[in-house]
């Protein structure tokens, strides 16, 4: 399985804090059967000012130390990127960390506020679109106001928005409410992968076969792979399983 979501970098935002930390949570990441983790730090500025040129010798170091730890997670960089002028400007200035590129397009992971759908929101994907970046909708079933009308989501599907479930809000581990809103979701066919969002051992572990499974049970296995391995290795520009 590939996650295209998680916060495993030491030191950089509210996931993992220590080195120690990131190489337990890589450890539980390859015990769950997860082969390639993206790194997927937030980009907010004001609040964590991750840019690309900076992360990128932090990931060399963090990939040296799970090879010398004997752990066999491969890594590739992104970012959690908030909406915000400010983050169409980083775009513009060539730091943003995609995570790949598919159909001549270089796809974002995007976040909105847990609480809304900033006013603007589909005209600034629209925007992205101009500027050939797809926006993969980070956890959308835990936003607030989507939670309240899930078929807000429509109009940013039609907008090119692609959307990404985190693996335990399908099986529960957010309360019940995130829970229908991604049952809901994968019923519609509008989900696109499924990720962890790791942030930590306690709360937050990279658990993505739980998700598979759960999703698996709703659309069935094969629908359910595409979302944890073929569609993410297709970003990714890996062999497809």
Known sequence: MIDLHSHLLPGVDDGAQTLEEGLALARLAVDDGIKVSVVTPHVHPGRYENFRTALLPRLTAFQEALVAAGIPLQLRLGGEVRLGVESLELLLDGEIPFLGEIDGYRVMLLEFP????????????????????????AHPERNKAIMAQPDRLVGLLEAGCWLQLTAGSIAGRFGEASQQVARRILE???????ATDAHNLQHRPPRLREGFLAAADIVGESAAWKMVSQRPAEILGLPCN
């Open 114 to 137: 847990h609480q809304s759908i900033p006013v603007g929101s589909q005209q600034f994907i629209e925007k992205l679109g101009q500027l050939k970046v797809r926006p993969l909708l």
């Open 188 to 194: 519609n066919g509008w989900a696109h992968v499924i």
